[in-house]
Every structure is written in structure tokens, then in C-alpha cells.
């Protein structure tokens, strides 16, 4: 650990995919083309490029905030502690039927009977638009890291 993460000089930053190309800086051979175009049916990432860009970024303390309010032990919980665990998570539709309803109750329940600060407010409704926008387009995803800010 460094000084700074020492100290408490970090953020939990989600990222959003915003585009996906294919990277043909290369000339991909006709016979190989069939292939690559195949895995991009079935969902693999051959040659695929994902760009993200920043959507919500908030102090670790809030992030914890968060965490610390649901349930022990809960599906949610244990997804989001992945980023204190790993150092990032990903959070995609397969997420959705635990992550939305549980950040749903949490901000129907604020401000009783947690009293969340305002950057932890923020953190659950800039999740809750970025699950909303997972579930409209199943495609996009996010990222979850822990960095160290500044």
C-alpha cells in the first residue's frame, strides 16, 4: 500500500462502456473474418476494443456508506465488496435482478432508517441511472475500481 492510500486518498470510480469497435489496424485475412465475426455473435471479445468512460465517481468513505447499509451476507453486499476484495468489480445484467432492486430499497428507505451523507445519496442514484441504462441496453456494462485520487 502506498502513502497515499495510506492516508485515505481514494475514490471508487465506475466506469461505463460507451463504445465498442473492432480493431482492424491489421488486415484480418478473409478466411479468418468468418471467425471473428462468428465469436462476436456468440459474445466473445476477439478483436474487440471496449471504451469506458468515467459516471460516477465518489469518496471511498461513501462507497463503504453504501456497502456497510445492506444486508450482511446478501448477494448486493458481496458483489459491491468485490472492489475492496479485488480492487475492481463488473457489474452487467446478470447483476441486475440483485444489484437493482437492493440500491431501489436503499434509496426508497433515505432517509430512514439510514441517514446516508450526501456523497453517498449521489453514489446510489448514479448507480441506480447506470442500472437503469443496463437494463435498457444489455450490451453496456460497468466497471468498478478503487483508485487512489488526485
Known amino acids: 500500500m502506498t502513502g497515499e492510500e495510506k492516508t485515505g486518498l481514494r ?20 478466411e479468418s473474418s468468418e471467425v471473428l ?35 450482511h451476507a446478501s448477494v448486493p453486499r458481496y458483489k459491491l465488496e468485490g472492489i475492496l476484495r479485488h480492487g475492481e468489480i463488473q457489474i452487467d445484467k446478470t447483476h441486475l435482478g440483485s444489484l437493482y432492486p437492493a440500491i431501489s430499497d436503499l434509496l ?16 446510489l442514484l448514479g448507480l441506480s441511472t447506470a442500472l437503469d441504462a443496463i437494463r435498457e441496453q444489455p450490451g453496456v456494462y460497468l466497471m468498478g475500481r478503487l483508485v487512489v485520487s488526485g
Open 108 to 123: 426508497s428507505k433515505n432517509p430512514s432508517p439510514y441517514s446516508f451523507s450526501d456523497e453517498a445519496k449521489a453514489l
Open 37 to 71: 465475426y462468428y465469436s462476436l455473435q456468440i459474445g466473445h471479445h476477439t478483436g474487440i476494443i471496449d471504451c469506458l468512460s468515467e459516471k460516477i465517481r465518489c469518496p471511498y468513505g461513501a462507497f463503504i456508506e453504501v456497502v456497510e447499509a445492506l444486508p
Open 11 to 30: 475514490d471508487v470510480v465506475f466506469y461505463q462502456l460507451c463504445v465498442k469497435f473492432v480493431d482492424n489496424e491489421r488486415e484480418i485475412p478473409d
